[in-house]
């Protein structure tokens, strides 16, 4: 067999990276090992990769061709944007939640694809991809079973109640791929995670005594600050400054994010700015400088959004978002982060999320600043 260090060097230059950090390393040759294994890496540190290279891992180290790894995606916007990034490399990657037609339905199940991503209720709800993984060619080269942003199985596949159903059922059935993979190892990818999250995790993927690799998620660039926002006081009063930038300084503006805990709330906190700017909104070629995204975006909205985010010279300078937005997607030149909530007394839910959230964007090392915004 070829030596894992080897594998390394060919997965740098497959990738095209002159060398992996060293928790990357410990990760892969631990998996190698046979340990499932728990990443909780800040952004920037290259999480994605540590599934995104085991096909050609185990295909050097086991001498074999066609190894097949499983990735469980929350979001179809991030598997999108990796599925692609990873084509662009000559990597055969694809998401079977975008699969259309019957041909592509037969290569996937015909092993042709070394990334296949998923989200959960299409690996467990859909009986064609639910049975593909226990065919002849998954028993023979499936390698792994990825849970990319696994901090989502506390907020979405656990309920703080007994009278509240989960918001999707399929995040607390995940321990199923351990019946229809018994063999395969499980790397659980995260970017923050508290200890009672990452407890849920294991519990949730029957993930016993995993090799947990973590390293503190501080970015020491970031300023956080609170705002306090009187419930009596006209919402205006408290988004003025951020059309006032946008309006002065127009593509010069700070690339601005603001969070907000659902769609209704999206829409008055758009509607609000959008008012405030008028004609203003539009840069001299009619292009606009303030969108809103959530669940219920219009794809042709979202693929817009999403491409001028990839470019720091993209035009969308405010983007009013749900959490729809966010989790692994690479925004370039992303200085202000805002998070919106409706009522004081969610605070701990409100705090988790923002801090979630600002990981997506402040990869840079330059200063940049996250503000909570509270009613009270």
């Known amino acids: 067999m070829v030596a894992v260090e080897k594998a ?10 002159k060398e992996l950090n060293a928790y ?41 061709q066609g190894s097949i790894v499983v990735v469980v995606c929350p979001l179809l916007n991030l598997s999108k944007d990796q599925v692609a990034y990873l084509n662009s490399l000559g990597i055969c990657a694809i998401n079977i939640s975008d699969v259309e037609n019957e041909g592509d339905s037969r290569d996937v199940e015909a092993g042709k694809y070394s990334l296949v991503y998923g989200t959960p209720e299409s690996w467990l709800d859909n009986d064609r991809w639910r049975s593909m993984l226990t065919n002849k060619v998954y028993s023979e080269k499936l390698c792994a079973i990825a849970v990319d942003e696994a901090h989502v199985l506390r907020q979405r596949g656990t309920s703080s109640t007994n009278d509240h159903a989960v918001f999707r059922e399929c995040y607390a059935r995940l321990h199923e791929f351990r019946s229809l993979a018994p063999k395969e190892q499980i790397v659980a990818l995260t970017a923050t995670a508290t200890n009672k999250t990452r407890d849920t995790i294991f519990d949730i993927l029957l993930m016993k005594d995993p090799y947990v690799i973590f390293d503190s998620p501080n970015k020491s660039n970031l300023t956080y600050s609170i705002h306090y926002m009187e419930k009596e006081v006209d919402i205006v009063y408290y988004l003025g400054w951020l059309a006032d930038d946008l309006r002065t300084n127009k593509e010069e503006c700070a690339r601005t994010i603001v969070y907000c805990q659902t769609i209704k709330q999206c829409g008055v906190i758009y509607a609000t700015i959008r008012g405030l700017l008028g004609k203003d909104m539009f840069t001299p070629n009619d292009e606009a400088m303030l969108e809103m995204l959530h669940s219920c975006t219009p794809v042709a909205n979202k693929n817009t959004i999403m491409e001028s985010f990839s470019t720091e010279a993209g035009k969308i300078r405010v983007l009013v978002a749900t959490i729809a937005f966010g989790m692994g997607v690479n925004c370039k030149a992303t200085f202000q982060l805002t998070s919106i909530d409706p009522v004081f007394n969610s605070i701990p839910s409100t705090v988790a999320v923002a801090f979630i959230s600002q990981f997506l ?16």
């Open 8 to 17: 390394l060097k060919a997965v740098c230059e497959k990738f095209r990276f």
């Open 24 to 64: 990357l390393k410990v990760a892969m040759e631990k998996f190698m090992q046979g340990r499932d294994i728990f990443v909780n890496f800040p952004t920037g540190y290259g999480k994605s990769l540590k599934f995104q290279a085991l096909p050609t891992m185990f295909d050097m180290v086991m001498a074999r």
């Open 361 to 376: 964007c402040f990869k840079r090392i330059e200063p940049a600043r996250a503000i909570l915004g509270l009613h009270v």
